[in-house]
C-alpha cells in the first residue's frame, strides 16, 4: 500500500479536520439507525468504531446496507467502509462483548428505548453522547447529553417512526445533523474546532429541532432545562400532526448531470427510492474523489459515467442485463441505470447533444451539479420542454450551498435568480480564497470540504426532487409556498456565521443546519435600474436591492 496514495486521499479533508478523526474511537449503539451518520464520520478519517451489541438487519436496512435479511449489520457496516477504502489499513473495528479503550463519543439512536441505552453507556464511560430520534409526527430530534446530565427526554411523551422508505429522507437529514454535532464535539479545543456548534452547545443548547413537516430545514437549538423552551417543545410535538407521503419513484427518470460529490450522492438517493437514473459526465474516478463520493478507491481510473451505474446496479441487488456502445452503458432491470461519457460544451454543439440525451430519456427530473456555464442553456431546454430541475452547488468549503429549484415552465427561470438576487450578508473568506486572491495560489486543485458537508447539498435537492416528481395536490406545504411566492432559491449553512460589520446572518441562516429561501422579492441591480428583464425567459422583474457599492451594500430601494 502507498503511503503517498493515502495521504493524498485524505488532501481535501486534512485543512477542515486534521488527523483528529483518526486519533479517536467512537461507540455505536443501533448499527443500522447510525449507519448513514457513521459513514459521514468515516468521511472524515474515523478509523477505530466500536459497535456495542449485534444488531440484525432487517426490512429497509437489508436493502439499504446490501445485505441479506437476518445479517449482523456491525459486521456489514464496516466491510462497507473497508471495501470503499482499500488504501486504509488501520481500520480498529469491534463487536459486541469486544473489549476495548475508552471512546470519546457515543452515538446512538432510533427508539427511546435506544436513545437511553446509548445515553446509560455514555455516562457510564464519562463521554458525551449523541442521540437521535424521528417521531411519528414529522418532528426529528437530536440531542447531545454530557456525562453529568440526565437524559433529556424523561418527562415529554412521543412515538418513534421505524425506517422505512417513507422516512428514508428524514433519517438521511437527521443522520446529516447528528454526524455534524458529532464532529463538533471530537473537534472541540482542536486547531479545527467548530465554533459556531460548540457556542450552542456551551449555552446549553444541546437539543435540536432538527425537522417539522412546516420546514425540513428547521434546525432550532433549544434548552430543555429552560422551562419556556422546554414547554415549547412539548406544545410543538402534542400540536403537529403528520401522515408520511408513500415514496414510491418507479417508473419515474432522474437526469443527473455532473457526478461528483453532489450528483453522484443524489444518484444513490435516487436508486434507493426506485427511480430510474440516468448520469452525464466525461471525468474519471481521481484519487481524490472516493473521500466524499460514492466510487470507492477501486474505481480509481474508471470514467464516472461508467462507474456509477454498475455501482447502482449492483446496490440494487436484482439481476441486470447489459448494454454498451462507444459512450453509453446501461443496466437495464427492475431500474434502469445509464452512465453517459460526455461533457456537454457551453455552445449549440452543447445545446444539441443535451436536446438528443432528453429526446432518448425523456427524464422526470433533471439535476444539474457541474457549476459549468452550461447549465443555462441546458436549463432553458429543460424550461422549454416542461421539465422539473434543479440546479445546485456549494460554496467555499461547502460551509453554505444553493439550491435553485425551476418548476418546469413554471415561475421564475434558473437564469432569473442565478447571480441577480441579494442574499444577505456575505460570507468571511476562506485560507484558499485568502491564498488565491491574495497571493496568486492556485495549487488548490478542488476545494477542500468534508461528506457531511457536501452531502447536505445533495440530500436537499434529493428532498425537493422526490416531491417536484410527484402530482402537485401532494406537494408539501412548504414547497407549495415556495413556489406559489416565486422563493426557490434556497440556501443550507452547514456553518452559521453572524457578521456584525454587515448587521446579520451571512446568507441569512442563523443556525448550522438551517436554511433561508429566497426569491424574486431580492432581485438586485443598479441605481439606475428599476426593473430587470430575464434574457433567458423575458420575465420581467422589479429591482428591489441595490448592487454594492463603497457607501452602501444591500440597500433597499424605497
Known sequence: MSEDKRREYY??????????????????????????????????GLLSISFFNSHKTTNFFSEYLGCDSGDDASRIIAM????????????????GGEVGGKPALVIGGGSRSQCLQAYGAAKLAGVPAVIGMILKNGISLISVVYPDERFPFE???????????????????????????????????????????????????????????SWPWSSKYIDLEDPDEKEWLVQVIDSTKLERAKVDLSGKT???????????????????????VVGIDGKKV??????????????????????????????????????????EITYIGDQIFTGINT?????????NMFSEILDENSPDLI???????????????????????????CYPRARWYRNIVVNGSEGPCYGCLHGQLYTGVSP?????????????????????????????????????????????????DWLSFMLEKELTYLIGGNSAEFRPEGDGWTNGVETPGGAAWYGVKNVMGYDYERNKTCIYCGKVYDVKFLRTSQKKQGGEIE
Not at 462497507?80 to 463487536?95: C, D, G, M, S
Not at 491574495?438 to 435537492?461: F, N, Q, W, Y
Request: proline share 3%.
Open 428 to 476: 468571511t473568506l476562506t485560507e484558499e480564497q485568502i491564498a488565491a486572491y491574495s497571493l496568486g495560489d492556485k495549487s488548490i486543485d478542488a476545494e477542500p470540504a468534508t461528506m457531511i458537508d457536501t452531502a447536505r447539498c445533495a440530500d436537499s435537492v434529493a428532498r425537493i426532487g422526490l416531491h417536484l416528481m410527484a402530482s402537485r395536490k401532494n406537494f408539501p
Open 343 to 351: 461533457l456537454i460544451p457551453d455552445s449549440k454543439i452543447g445545446s
Open 254 to 276: 432522474v437526469l443527473i448531470v455532473g457526478l461528483g460529490s453532489l450528483g453522484s450522492v443524489i444518484a444513490k438517493h435516487y436508486q434507493i427510492a426506485g427511480a430510474n
Open 11 to 44: 488532501k481535501r479533508i486534512r485543512i477542515i479536520v486534521g488527523n483528529h478523526f483518526q486519533k479517536v474511537e467512537v461507540l455505536a449503539f443501533n448499527a443500522p439507525f447510525v449507519s448513514k451518520a457513521l459513514e459521514l464520520l468515516v468521511s472524515c
Open 286 to 327: 481521481s484519487l481524490y474523489n472516493p473521500i466524499r463520493q460514492i466510487y470507492s478507491t477501486a474505481m480509481i481510473g474508471v470514467q464516472k459515467a461508467y462507474a456509477l451505474p454498475q455501482i447502482l446496479a449492483a446496490d440494487s441487488g436484482g439481476k441486470f442485463s447489459f448494454l454498451e456502445d462507444h459512450r
Open 80 to 95: 462497507n467502509f473497508k471495501k470503499h477504502n482499500l488504501f486504509e489499513n488501520r481500520w480498529k473495528f469491534k463487536f
Open 155 to 213: 418527562e415529554i411523551d412521543f412515538e418513534t417512526v421505524d425506517i422505512d422508505l417513507n422516512s428514508y429522507f428524514s433519517w438521511v437529514d437527521l443522520s446529516n445533523q447528528m454526524a455534524n454535532a458529532c464532529r463538533a464535539i471530537l473537534l472541540e479545543g482542536t486547531n479545527w474546532q467548530r465554533d459556531d456548534v460548540c457556542s450552542l452547545l456551551n449555552q446549553h443548547k444541546t437539543t435540536i429541532v432538527s425537522e417539522h413537516p
Open 367 to 393: 439535476i444539474f451539479a457541474t457549476a459549468n456555464s452550461a447549465e443555462f442553456r441546458m436549463a432553458k431546454l429543460a424550461r422549454e420542454r416542461n421539465i422539473a430541475h434543479i440546479q445546485c452547488s
